[in-house]
């Protein structure tokens, strides 16, 4: 039984850290770019303007 949990666990925390490596990449590609990034990734994956 522990082996599934931690099968899903680990699932679950891969796809976040995909999603997490995502949008970090999107922001350096804009920032090199030169184009203005407005949100800082906190609020992207919380969803709130500051972290707590």
Not at 8 to 30: F, M
Not at 33 to 42: A, E, F, M, N
Request: proline share 4%.
């Amino acid at each position: 039984m522990t082996s599934i949990l931690t099968n899903v666990s680990a699932n679950s925390a891969l796809q976040t850290l995909s999603t997490i490596n995502k949008s970090l990449e999107e922001t350096q590609n804009r920032v090199s770019s030169g184009y203005k990034v407005q949100r800082p990734l906190t609020t992207l994956l919380t969803g709130r303007s500051r972290p707590r």
